[in-house]
């Protein structure tokens, strides 16, 4: 259906521009009618009437002012010769000046933030590049910040994404593709990646999903992301966003490819590898010892947010024997009076910790804390006291829900608290045995996932054993010789050879 | 399709193999921590001491309430008491975190503890890990007397035998190794003998069974002599007369020792080699010499070696006279060394222990003399 629409509307006919001004105008305030951001300045230039269009808010008035209309009202200098040609090489101190006689083009143009002038006698329209809105300033990342390292984030704006990027890479080497999607709002996309680096099979598959994208809005670039990862019913996600230059650099100098959005302060990396999601920025500040320390730290945190309930909910109705005597009894005396099954008070209060985490989201900030804290407090110990939950069950919840918190970024949440769920009801049914079967079945689940073309567990599944060194360890920079293996084939050689602070 | 198959399939593996019927919330279970068995008019007495989770920390009565309870029931086996329990107490046993079982000596002497280890070793839910130790009385009496610096009854007297290495006077002897030593040629293993003395409850050194069948007892010294030789002293102290007569004045605290025994069979009969090298420091001193004279500290080692002799060759003695039982395991050593000695019973294998040749050599070194190197008052 999309496909026909789509070729009804290429075929569309605009009118082409003639050189009779009042035509000119009649087409585009045809097209343009009902626009009321859009501005029909009339302007007399060298005693030729002319007419400058502009959309309201996307231009940055002062360039206007100073360096468009003050000349065209400064006639001395465009008496000589030929007006069109002085105007675009000699009298307007703009940029970026072109000329273009296509209708399509033009109003794509205006309506992105271009100026444009139309003059009386002329077949073809000056495009100014004038461009310039209010946005929100370079701020500090929020989802994933790190103490030391680069305080940049991306913004809403894609021209300040691709300088963040671009200052990073002062070399021909980034190659920035454009494209536009979108049928009802297009939407500028572009993917960044480094020309000697990436494998052209990656560069060509991430342009084939993209370009095959069909859909009439992009609000984010997480639309995006959904419709071009690998596996759309998978629970995790097979492509990561980011919201630190500083990681989409790194990123690019493994071999991957960065797309950024316009309205998006995010971008999105792909390949992606489930170990991603465990890395933070700061283990590559911090000295190594300790960046692999905090590594481990994670890895652990991710075995306690996934299994911690579960594994206490097999325990204590299952496997009574597993644990020391004086534990047992411990946690027998707390059970004591609680009138629900270790299941259903796991579910429950792990219910209980999703809807403070929800709240507290959604609250606004200055209300959020004290709501998080009051709830927390009030329920965890009210449940307590009045004998509705065991303490060791507040224990394991709130540890867990400590734990799923160190996760450096976006993304690896969400599938971790479902699976949760899932984990505590397999435990309940069948105990360890139950956590078991599931975990294998997860491990499956994850060693058949990929991201584009990437197996979703490399290093570990298939086990690339150069590749180890970033994800057993944090290893010191002069010793991860190598790139990723499956993904800069091309140019694996990271740091030259020999060098070590040592053996200079 | 195929997908859906395979997760069916996946779940009813998952539901035939475990499910929801084995659980068990906490709530309605208690655990058994230690079982006392006595037998009387051909019934079994079970006493079971076991947790109680309704009595919180801190209760009423000032201290708090004790947090186990013990009960008791009668039947004609072990299991058959066990079960009848359930006619006395609201909650199911668990018995796997049972670590401690009490046998009257008496039972053990007239009918051997081989259906205590039957009942212990054939369940799954039950530990080879737990100790036994044997009581005179009651068996039951060890639970009744509230414990001394631990919750439960049971676990002081389990601590204390896993303190056995600290003294040597003690004997650290789980179900499973008991059970590997009488399996050995000698037929002959020992337990704990647990005394109570008012309030205090007592490890008296050992009951030796042989044949699962209780024969004898050893005092908690004649227990070290036999550990001696076994190699199985590895701390303690050992007090002995400073100039080698007289009273026992001064003690060494043991180091550090090396232990080798070398069984070994000729035309007149058999003999052990036991070589035994001690280091020990001086923790009390007795005599009035300066010790930092080499004769008097040369005494003093001499008088060192002989005590440890002496316990020995009394552990000896009583062992090849009274008791006729090869508590040291030479039978084993015999075994390992002569394999055709692995084929000799029980009862063989007495008589050729009995026949037995000790040879001692003992080396003690005092290398720390502490904090002064003379008598307090060194004139």
Redesign the interface.
Known sequence: MFKKQKEAEGKKEYPRVSKNLDANLKIFKGQLNNCSDVIFKPLIISDKQAYLLYCEGLIDTKVLNENILQVCFADCELKKGELLTRLKYRCLAVGDVSCTSQVKECIESVLSGQALLLLEGYDEILKLEIRGWDKRSIEAPTTSPSVKGPQESFIETLQVNVALLRRRFITSDLKILNFTLGERAPTYIKICYLESLANPKLIEEVVRRIKSVNIDALLDVSYLEELIEDEPYSLFRTVKTVERPDTAAASLLEGRVVILQDNTPFALIAPTTFHQFLQSVGDYYDRYYFGTLIRYLRYAALFLALYLPSIYVAV???H??MLP??F??S???Q????PF??LLEAIVMGFAFEVLREAGLRLPRAVGQAVSIVGALIIGDAAVTAGLASPAMIIVTALTAISAFTFPVLGLNEPITILRFLLVLAS????L??IL?FTL?LIGHLASLRSFGIPYLNPLAPFVIEDLDDMLVRAPLWQNKKRPLLLAKRNLVRIGKRYSPYKR | MKKLVIIYLSLALVFSSAGCWSRTELDKITFVLGVAIDREQELYHITVLSTDPTKKEGGEQGGGAAKYTISSAKGKSIFDAARNLTLVIPRRNYWAHCKLIVVNADYAKEKGIKEVLDFFTRDHSRRRTAYLVVTPGKSDDIFRTPAVLDEFPSREIMEIIQQAKASGKNIDMPLYKFIAESQGITGTSMFTYVTRKGKDKQAEGAAIFRDLKMIGLINPTELRGVNWLKGNVRKGVVVFPARGEGQDDTTVELQKVSHKLEPLLTEEGGRVQVKIKVTGMLVEYGGNEKIIKEEALKEMEESFSNQIKKEILQAWSIAQTDLKADVFLLGDKFGNKYHYLLETTPEQWLEIFQNLELELEIETKITSLGMHREPVLGR
């Open positions: 204590t109705t299952f009574m024997e005597t004086s047992m009894i946690l027998q005396a059970r004591e009076g609680v099954p270790a309940g049914f069948a105990g045995w139950g079967i079945f």
